[in-house]
């Protein structure tokens, strides 16, 4: 089992749609949670932390649940800006332990 | 402008060839970190640096080497026993838990 799992997609949706991504993750010690957007052939960039209380900014939210170990992104009224991969990243207690996930490849149509 | 620089943004490499990838960061980040990342494929670790003077090896660090003589600068070295170095090598530091990355460095083989 991989330590940190995403649907690798693509998820093609009209703009102006609601999606949602999951990842799930393998270490139970695991202490930071986030979310990066990549651009085709870019470097990631920082999204949004996530934290145990859910957080919210804009049009994105980020959820936590420690209990079944996953984290959470939901875009809503998806613009075609968003179109992305959108990649999950856990971290542990020390700078080996941060996890990327594969991806999610986001796509969206006029 | 504050930030991470990578250099080159494409570098052809002959078999047998050592090459040399820069990172230099003007961030005052203690962290930097190398990774390399395949298509379709998560970021995994080469190397990271915690503080100058001091790095620890990542999962993938057989054929690389690497140095942090100044807190600016990361140099990653790809050596003749990397077989496979066809990649998008990426930069990244980090003051906290949260990274940021430089635009990368693609590899190609000739």
């Known amino acids: 089992r991989k330590e940190v799992e995403q649907d690798p997609g693509p998820f093609n949706v009209p703009e102006g749609a609601t999606v949602a991504f999951n990842c799930t993750y393998s270490?139970?010690?695991?202490?930071?949670f986030f979310w990066y957007r990549q651009d085709c052939r870019k470097e990631p960039k920082l999204l949004m932390s996530v934290y145990s209380s859910g957080n919210e900014d804009g049009r994105f939210t980020a959820q936590l649940n420690r209990a079944s170990q996953y984290i959470s992104l939901l875009i809503r009224d998806s613009k075609l800006s968003d179109s992305a991969t959108y990649l999950c990243?856990?971290?542990?207690?020390?700078?080996?332990?941060?996890?990327f996930g594969s991806g999610t490849r986001l796509s969206i149509r006029p | 402008d504050g930030g991470i620089t990578q250099s080159p943004k494409y570098l052809f490499r002959k078999e047998g060839q050592n090459v040399t990838l820069s990172c230099e960061q003007n961030?005052?980040?203690?962290?930097m970190y190398w990774y390399r990342q395949d298509p379709g494929q998560g970021l995994r670790l080469i190397y990271y640096s915690q503080i100058v003077n001091d790095f620890q090896k990542g999962d993938i660090a057989e054929g690389y080497s690497v140095s942090r003589e100044k807190k600016e600068s990361f140099p990653l070295t790809v050596t003749s026993a990397q077989k496979n170095p066809t990649a998008f090598y990426l930069c990244?530091?980090?003051?906290?838990?949260?990274?940021?990355f430089g635009p990368g460095t693609r590899l190609l083989v000739l």
């Open positions: 270490n139970s010690a695991s202490q930071s």
């Open positions: 990243v856990v971290r542990g207690s020390s700078a080996s332990k941060i996890i």
């Open positions: 961030l005052n980040h203690d962290a």
């Open positions: 990244a530091s980090s003051s906290t838990e949260t990274q940021y």
